[in-house]
């Protein structure tokens, strides 16, 4: 199996680069943003408390945002791989993504952190904002407020897999198709090395 998780700030372009990734590689694509998006839209009791979260730029408690990663594995037993966008987004949620690998006798084999201005970033939040609808895409105080918690509680995520040397960094700026590039050359280069 190849595991990749697809890191970095809101807006860095991991949803944009996940759907790309997949298609090419055959990987399972587990996007916690647009699990939730999708119980908000089914109007559930999951998706009515994550809304409360997520209009204020806040993060989904960790045993929701795991559980559903849980039932998710669950549900592919026959995976060749499975890219993980926005998850791990808390060091515990990366060790309990650890964990529940571990029990598939598997494990994260590359980080892919994007790097993107902050500036470049804002703008593309906005500009989504404009056309998406997307709630906290819209308010420039919801937008800092994501990434106050980016820093103090998922930028830490980097270290725990740098300690496992499994962090690559990926200039995200410049076309779709040059940052496309760049990430399949990081992977490539893990899977020839496994
Ligand atoms: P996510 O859905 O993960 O979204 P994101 O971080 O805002 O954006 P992403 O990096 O995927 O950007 P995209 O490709 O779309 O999270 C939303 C919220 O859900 C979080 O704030 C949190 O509340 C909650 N949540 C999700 N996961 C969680 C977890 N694990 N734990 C707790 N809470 C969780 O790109 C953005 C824009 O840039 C797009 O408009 C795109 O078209 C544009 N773009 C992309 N690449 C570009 C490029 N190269 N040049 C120019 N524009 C580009």
């Not at 993980?84 to 980080?111: C, H």
């Not at 937008?143 to 200039?171: G, L």
Request: glycine share 8%; hydrophobic share 40%.
């Amino acid at each position: 199996m190849f595991n990749m998780i697809l890191f970095g700030p809101p807006g860095s372009g991991k949803g944009t680069q996940s759907e790309k990734l997949v298609e090419k590689y055959g990987l399972i694509h587990l996007s916690t943003g647009n699990l939730l998006r999708e119980e908000i839209t089914g109007n559930t009791p999951l998706g009515q408390e994550a809304q409360r979260f997520m209009d204020k730029g806040q993060l989904v408690p960790d045993e929701v945002v795991i559980g559903m990663i849980d039932s998710c594995l669950e549900n592919h037993p026959g995976a060749t791989g499975f890219l993980f966008d926005g998850f791990p987004r808390t060091v515990a949620q990366a060790e309990a993504l650890d964990k529940l690998l571990a029990l598939k006798k598997t494990s994260i084999n590359l980080l892919a952190a994007l790097k993107v201005t902050e500036e470049e970033l804002i703008k593309r939040l906005l500009n989504r904002g404009q056309t998406s609808g997307r709630r906290d895409d819209i308010n420039a105080a919801v937008i800092h407020e994501r990434f106050i918690v980016y820093t103090n509680e998922t930028a830490p995520v980097a270290e725990h897999y740098k300690a496992q040397d499994k962090y690559r960094t990926i200039m995200g700026e410049g076309t779709i198709d040059e940052i496309f590039n760049k990430i399949c050359e990081a992977i490539d280069d893990t899977m020839q090395n496994l």
